[in-house]
């Protein structure tokens, strides 16, 4: 059974960080790119960053550009991402998805971020 398994949301402060992980199991993690999705309150889903199964590419959204920063430890199965100088525009639940070709096969079910003073 494929599961994706979100943690390291929370509450911080504007300009703080936090640190997303994702733990998979139940597929070959190394044989697929993964995504981290996003969802605000009353909004739509919002694609964040992109990394490839081996890591050696990664995709931004512009608006995360050079505060985002996704990885994977592909010996742990973990996907990861450090999020810096977080907005309240940054408060949102955050989605572990793993991709088959075009498709977004599989969800975590996600991790609560709330940036706030």
């Known amino acids: 059974e494929v599961q994706l398994v979100e943690s390291g949301g929370g509450l911080v402060q504007p300009g703080g960080s936090l640190r997303l992980s994702c733990a998979a199991s139940?597929?070959?993690?190394?044989?697929?790119?993964m995504i981290w999705v996003r969802q605000a309150p009353g909004k739509g889903l919002e694609w964040v960053s992109a990394?490839?199964?081996?890591?050696?590419?990664?995709n931004y959204a512009e608006s995360m550009k050079g505060r985002f920063t996704i990885s994977r430890d592909n010996a742990k199965n973990t996907l990861y991402l450090q999020m810096n100088s977080l907005k309240s525009e940054d408060t949102a639940v955050y989605y572990c998805?793993?991709?088959?070709?075009?498709?977004?096969?599989?969800w975590g079910h996600g991790t609560q971020v709330t940036v706030s003073s």
């Open positions: 998805v793993r991709k088959t070709g075009g498709q977004y096969d599989y």
């Open positions: 139940g597929f070959t993690f190394d044989d697929y790119a």
């Open positions: 990394i490839t199964n081996d890591g050696s590419n990664t």
